[in-house]
């Protein structure tokens, strides 16, 4: 595994992403941001355009762009947009696993997912492409997390749980056992 990655994002869930990558023994190779971020330390390498121009044959990036309540499913849209994008363009975006996570053996994460600091993942769990599990959450057993999905901080995911894709669960919700949340809720 290549040990260093850019980041993509300039705002607070960066910041989080950044650390995650520090805390996985990883380097950031810099920050592609619409404008200059506050990160001591961190190369800033443009915006997207540029990063685009000046790495055409891709490279390891990480999606340090969150979302906020207000944006809801327009912030998993704006993520998926630019994790696509940046796809396209030959990018690769390995799964991140924050500090002091429990992670179940036989979870399963696909590319670009993100499990914050904190986070408690059971057995049987799915969390899809660019899936975003945020710090200290709870997921419980036999839960799939579709694409795109966001889960807020402090949230928790009964067991048997399914989240469709692009779907936002806001900070602190609990979602009963069994249920089923439409693509691109917001809960």
């Known amino acids: 595994m290549n040990s260093s990655a850019l980041l993509i994002g300039g705002g607070g869930h960066a910041r989080v992403v950044l650390d995650t990558l520090l805390g996985m023994g990883r380097l950031c190779r810099g920050v592609i941001a619409q404008a200059s971020p506050d990160f001591q330390d961190i190369e800033y390498l443009g915006d997207d355009e540029a990063a685009l121009r000046r790495f055409p ?5 990480a999606m340090g762009v969150g979302g906020t309540p207000r944006q809801g499913a327009s912030g998993t849209a704006l993520r ?23 992670l ?7 590319d670009g997912g993100q499990i914050i600091a904190g986070a408690v993942i059971q057995p049987n769990v799915h969390i899809g492409q660019n899936a975003l599990v945020n710090t200290g959450a709870c997921v419980d057993h036999d839960t799939v997390i579709q694409a795109h999905a966001m889960v807020g901080p402090r949230a928790v995911l009964c067991g048997g749980v399914i989240i469709e894709e692009g ?3 806001g900070a602190g919700a609990v979602v009963l056992q069994g249920i089923r949340i439409g693509a691109d809720s917001v809960v």
Not at 57 to 61: E, N
Not at 104 to 110: F, L, M, Q, T
């Open 57 to 61: 044959d891709g490279v390891q990036a």
């Open 80 to 102: 998926r947009r630019i994790y696509e994008r940046y796809r396209e363009a030959g990018f690769t975006f390995p799964a991140l696993i924050g500090r002091g996570v429990i």
């Open 104 to 110: 179940a053996p036989d979870v399963e994460i696909e």
């Open 167 to 169: 779907a936002y669960i």
